[in-house]
């Protein structure tokens, strides 16, 4: 679709067609997009109208997670302690964009620094799924999918720290890829989670993803984590004949919608129709992989945000004391509640005597779970479950019930632990809502899964259906 929207820019108008999308943005009741680059985007459509380059992505719009550095556009978290903070510089991922001569027209709203599943706890206000305008679009990308989804932006990148780009892509029936730990540069993504989170495409289609993919992914010397090398990821191989395909029994059952069980399982089918091949297999530690996630993900947090202060950039409020006092208000005005639950659970984990009872007990977790992954990839080439366990909930259905909202990640985390690549893409419906197959692969394979995605998407209809209600 990408590369139909560049000729159709090619043979029309790039600043016609960017202006139709911000008038739609106008009177949309999403609240998808938290500010707009109207005059720089227009001007650079002006630009490709005249001169239109030859960058893969010339002249097409993209819109941009919070959490992901813009060169002169805000970038707050969605969070009240950063409003206002403009950055100096680009991410890796935005200047390789710009390099491709794509157009960054905003940023799209989050859970306050990436934490939450549904969009809910920005300083903005909930993002609505397009779907339903009553239900979450899912988190913590949930502005970027919701978007994408709406028609608003052709396409969006989010960040993924323990499935917020596959939740949002499932609840709002898009394609969300989170790559292999170190194959996107985080350089210029506001950290919450270091050892867990990669930036990561949210589009309408496998191919557009492929695309995306192929300018953000690459070494960045900036990035200690970045993995050496470039891989190619067009064209998508056809077909998956020979492919053998894993279902990891703790992946059905219990806490999963029957609907949603019975989406995952035609598409399985449907791959097996195709030509695939499926077997039983076991991830035994995934009963475990909450739990450590959340000691992990809130110890790595509890460091991260400790440089907001209000010091040196965003809020500042009323007149300075002393120090402890100062710092002290600044945060407890600035953070929401969750950010601050996250915070307090962290520091606990970390503190004297709890260091090796909860935070080194959950990175021995972690390797268990890595380890699941490599002793199933052994036997098959890659993994397919449901991406989320239900479909989009109510806003305020859970917010206030963190636990209930945590076990909506329990298929998703584990992904994030083991550092290997997902994606997911739209399956069926339960009802109204979309609902997300979540195929895995093996480390730096994002080959496979693009494949068996890119086959799926073809052989069915429903990454063609969009919302009645925008």
Avoid at 23 to 50: P, V
Wanted: proline letters at 6%; charged letters at 20%; a neutral charge.
């Amino acid at each position: 679709m990408l590369m139909e929207l560049k000729e159709q820019l090619l043979s029309g108008s790039a600043e016609e067609y960017l202006s139709k999308l911000f008038l739609k943005i106008e009177r949309s009741s999403l609240n998808g997009f938290t500010s707009l680059a109207r005059e720089s985007a227009l001007q650079q459509a002006r630009e490709f109208d005249k001169n239109p380059g030859k960058g893969r992505l010339a002249g097409v719009p993209i819109a941009i997670k919070e959490c992901i550095s813009t060169k002169g556009i805000e970038t707050n978290c969605s969070s009240n302690i950063l409003r206002g903070y403009i950055p100096p510089y680009d991410a890796h991922v935005i200047q390789q964009l710009k390099a491709e001569g794509a157009i960054i027209m905003g940023k799209t709203n989050m859970d306050e620094f990436a934490m939450g599943s549904s969009t809910e706890t920005s300083c903005f206000g909930p993002t609505r799924n397009p779907w339903d305008h009553d239900r979450v679009p899912g988190g913590s990308s949930g502005g970027s999918a919701a978007v994408v989804a709406g028609g608003e932006a052709p396409c969006a990148l989010g960040s993924d720290t323990g499935g917020s780009v596959r939740c949002p892509a499932s609840f709002c029936g898009i394609v969300g890829l989170k790559p292999t730990y170190g194959l996107v540069s985080r350089f210029g993504l506001i950290a919450y989670a270091n050892s867990l989170e990669q930036i990561g495409p949210l589009t309408r289609t496998v191919e557009d993803t492929a695309l995306l993919m192929e300018v953000i992914a690459g070494h960045d010397e900036r990035d200690t984590t970045s993995a050496e090398g470039k891989k190619s990821y067009l064209p998508i191989k056809e077909g998956v004949g020979g492919l053998k395909i894993g279902i990891p029994r703790e992946y059905f059952g219990e806490g999963v919608s029957k609907e949603v069980e019975r989406a995952v399982w035609d598409a399985i089918n449907t791959l097996e129709g195709l030509g695939a091949t499926w077997k039983e297999v076991s991830l035994p530690h995934t009963k475990n992989a909450l739990a450590a996630y959340y000691v992990i993900a809130m110890s790595e947090a509890s460091s991260n945000l400790a440089r907001f202060d209000g010091l040196r950039y965003g809020l500042r409020p009323g007149e300075d004391k002393d120090w402890h006092t100062t710092f002290s208000d600044i945060r407890a005005k600035g953070f929401g509640p969750e950010t601050k639950r996250r915070i307090l659970l962290g520091t606990y984990a970390l503190s004297a005597g709890y260091y090796g009872r909860y935070y080194l007990k959950a990175l021995k977790v972690r390797t268990l779970i890595k380890e699941d992954f490599l002793r199933a990839f052994k036997d098959v080439d890659l993994l397919a479950g449901p991406t989320m366990p239900i479909p989009a909930f109510r806003i305020g259905e859970r917010i206030n019930d963190p636990l209930s909202l945590y076990l909506a990640d329990v298929f998703t985390v584990p992904i994030n632990l083991a550092g290997v690549p997902a994606i997911s893409v739209p399956c069926g419906f339960a009802g109204h809502l979309p609902v997300g197959l979540q195929l895995i692969g093996r480390h730096f394979d994002e080959a496979t899964i693009l494949q068996a995605a890119h086959t799926f998407e073809k052989a069915t209809p429903f990454h063609e259906r969009m919302p009645e209600v925008v």
